[in-house]
């Protein structure tokens, strides 16, 4: 099943949004393997965290990610325009699968 | 300069099949394993398929499991995915996405994607 993320998420410029994806022991809670993926209307996904912590370079410091049992969670800190966007949660489960998360649609207010 | 271009979507009726293509270029595909990965419009992302660097490795999502074929052939730089039996479910835009992780890792992450191929499943 689909990894569990709130529908929408809010903030203003300046300000820090944390984004929560929930999981199983299966998927999230087993592995250290989550990623992050902002995703702009009609372009293609872009990678922003891997291994719960991880920054692909060129991302910037202002997005973070972490982990607590079976909850992923990523902030975006210094909020700025061009991070608004659909932000999707991904997690290995196991036996060669992956599961993405439902998706937040992040709005800077 | 990596890159990664679908082909072979398009309009097919329920219950018949289709063979999407990926060509990929910029990076050594011997060493990275692939995905597919859908959206249908409007919605959000679903993981569909991966193949390990050596096509030793296969998962697939349980929504497609034995009715969908992933593949590749690395002399050609290419990903394939076989899809029969084809359901208006099956309706999406097909990404295929390349594992940043080298061989000796699991995974971490999708780093690159292409820009998809339309499938519509429709009588």
């Known amino acids: 099943s689909a990894l569990t993320q709130p529908p929408s998420a809010s903030g203003s410029p300046g300000q820090s949004v944390t984004i929560s994806c929930t999981g199983t022991?299966?998927?999230?809670?087993?592995?250290?393997?989550v990623s992050w993926y902002q995703h702009h209307p009609g372009k293609v996904p872009k990678l922003m965290i891997y291994?719960?912590?991880e920054r692909p370079s060129g991302v910037p410091d202002r997005f973070f990610g972490s982990k607590s049992g079976n909850t992923a969670s990523l902030t975006v800190s210094g909020l700025q325009a061009e991070d608004e966007g659909d932000y999707y949660c991904?997690?290995?489960?196991?036996?060669?699968?992956?599961?993405f998360g439902t998706g937040t649609k992040v709005t800077v207010l | 300069e990596v890159q990664l271009v679908e082909s072979g979507g398009g309009l097919v009726q329920p219950g018949r099949s289709l063979r999407l293509s990926c060509t990929a270029s910029?990076?050594?595909?011997?060493?990275?394993?692939m995905h597919w990965v859908r959206q249908v419009p409007g919605k959000g992302l679903e993981w569909v398929s991966f193949?390990?660097?050596?096509?030793?490795?296969?998962g697939y999502a349980d929504s497609v499991r034995g009715r969908f074929t992933i593949s590749r052939d690395n002399a050609k730089n290419s990903l394939y995915l076989q899809m029969n039996s084809l359901r208006v479910e099956d309706t999406a835009l097909y990404y295929c996405?390349?594992?940043?992780?080298?061989?000796?890792?699991?995974?971490?992450?999708?780093?690159?994607w292409g820009q998809g191929t339309l499938v519509t499943v429709s009588s």
């Open positions: 996405a390349k594992e940043q992780a080298g061989p000796t890792r699991v995974t971490t992450g999708f780093d690159y």
């Open positions: 910029g990076f050594n595909f011997n060493d990275h394993a």
């Open positions: 193949i390990s660097w050596n096509s030793a490795t296969i």
């Open positions: 022991s299966s998927d999230v809670g087993g592995y250290n393997y």
């Open positions: 291994e719960v912590t």
């Open positions: 991904s997690s290995y489960a196991g036996s060669n699968i992956f599961v």
